[in-house]
């Protein structure tokens, strides 16, 4: 199936504040697959197939959580019915020091992360590519949730899908030397939402990105130097951080569903 710009977004149902998006008349036929398949959550074995656990760079990251996961740890990270992942953070009573990333804040929680094997690369032969997923995010203060995509050998790029930081609107983010944000609140994050971003190469170095909240666009940024660089899929629950503190005191619960990514094939 060949779907040029116009083709793709009507069929997936995008609108821009109820209407239609029209592409623009340069766009070319291109071959539309599937780079990560939406059932990936449907066991074990097809999370292990698509993900690895952790982050690209290990346990640590900017918060004051420290995940915990492997084929033989789901404590934090784990498998639901209905092909729905699960991550969870807990409060720990003990001393586990600090994080070992920038700003090395004291750790106060167990929690989850998860990334693709699949990276993610804007290129001549993939100019474009779709990210989307359904999630029920926690929102309370000292709770950080993500879904988003980061370089691998380098820092620029990085779009963020989903990201709520202690309250109920989503960050939907793009840094490339300079942050791009479009902020939306959002009614009840803790009930199933669908967060997508679509990227479409517009140079030789730079792409633009549309991001949408449940189907409907909200903003459009563009990358610069996106272009050529792989980029990881990530879905964390970190603590604390941006997100204030102190963050909650018993469990919290982040949930993910039919995550896809898809990608235009140029040959």
Known sequence: MTLNRRTFLLATGTTIAGAAVAAPAAAQELAWETAL??????????????????????????????????????????????????????RITWDEGKSSKDPF????????????????????????????????????????????LTGVNSWPPESDILEFKGDARNWFNTYDGGWENTIVPVSNPGGWHGYRAWINKVSATDVEIHYYLDGTWVGQHR???FVGKPMNLIINLQMEGASGSSGPSGDTYYRARNVYVGRANNG
């Open 223 to 225: 990358g610069s130097n």
């Open 37 to 90: 398949p939406a059932n990936s959550f449907s066991s074990y074995s097809a999370l292990e197939a698509s993900w690895n656990y952790l982050y690209p760079w290990g346990s640590d990251h900017n918060g004051t959580a420290r995940m915990y996961a492997s084929r033989t740890d789901h404590n934090h990270v784990y498998l639901e019915s209905g092909g729905v992942l699960v991550l969870k953070g807990s």
């Open 105 to 148: 804040l004291p750790i106060h929680y167990h929690a989850g992360a998860i990334h693709s094997k699949l990276q993610v690369v804007v290129n001549d032969r993939y100019p474009q590519w779709e990210v989307k997923g359904e999630f029920q995010a926690p929102s309370g203060r000292g709770t950080w949730p993500a879904f988003w």
